[in-house]
């Protein structure tokens, strides 16, 4: 099963993520990422792998 780890102490909330998938990350208001589905469908592998390529500060990883 795929799973999306984001570490907060270094996201700066840049919105690279969102701006790429916006239906599984937006920018919270205190500025950090927020991972709206940690266990999403396999059908969205390509979608996610995009965003967390495009995280600058490497805060995202995708496990499975």
């Not at 799973?3 to 599984?24: F, N, S, Y």
């Not at 990350?25 to 969205?44: A, I, M, R, S, Y």
Request: glycine residues 8%; negative net charge.
């Amino acid at each position: 099963m795929m799973r999306i780890e984001a570490d907060r102490t270094k996201c700066e909330g840049l919105g690279m993520c969102e701006a790429m998938a916006p239906d599984h990350f937006e920018v919270g208001d205190d500025g950090t990422v927020v991972v709206l589905n940690e266990q999403p469908d396999e059908e969205h592998r390509t979608e996610l792998t995009a965003a967390v390529d495009a995280c600058p500060v490497l805060a995202l990883a995708l496990r499975g």
